[in-house]
């Protein structure tokens, strides 16, 4: 018994390892053509909408206050007051315990505390970085000099 064929992939335009065919398009009917009109009777109609919410949250509908609130009204962010706190920079590894020990006493909330560790971290592959393409140079530079 043979094995069917794929009628499917043929109709749409596919190849046979499932990719289109140049000159196929995977939306044969396009966009449709009414979407401009669609837009048009809604913001036609969104004066009268908002007024029905807007009632409706008068009327105490509390679905209505939020949906008002979330679109008006910018969630808060949270603002963090600046802190001193003693900071060894001699070194990273004398800054990095310099921030645990502000954490641990109290000094530094830990959200920030966390926030200049991920900071020293990312200056520590900064200054690995800057070391490894140093050396590479000066190998480089051996090498050209023993030729």
Do not use: Y
């Not at 053509?33 to 105490?60: P, Q």
Request: proline share 5%; hydrophobic share 40%.
């Amino acid at each position: 018994m043979s094995k069917p064929e794929n009628t499917s992939k043929q109709a749409t335009g596919r190849r046979k390892n499932g990719t289109f065919a140049k000159g196929q398009t995977g939306n044969p009917g396009g966009r449709p053509g009414n979407l401009a009109k669609l837009r048009a009777k809604l913001t036609a109609g969104s004066d009268e909408v908002a007024s029905v919410v807007l009632d409706a949250a008068k009327a105490g509908d509390m679905q209505a206050c939020r949906l008002i609130l979330e679109r008006i009204v910018p969630a808060l962010k949270p603002i963090a007051e600046p802190v001193a706190f003693a900071l060894d920079d001699t070194d990273l590894p004398s800054t990095a315990r310099s921030i645990m020990r502000a954490i641990a006493n109290g000094t530094l909330p830990s959200d920030q505390g966390k926030a200049l560790l991920d900071a020293v971290l990312g200056m520590a592959r900064v200054v690995e970085v800057a070391e490894l393409e140093q050396q590479l140079i000066e190998l480089r530079g051996l090498v050209e000099a023993d030729r």
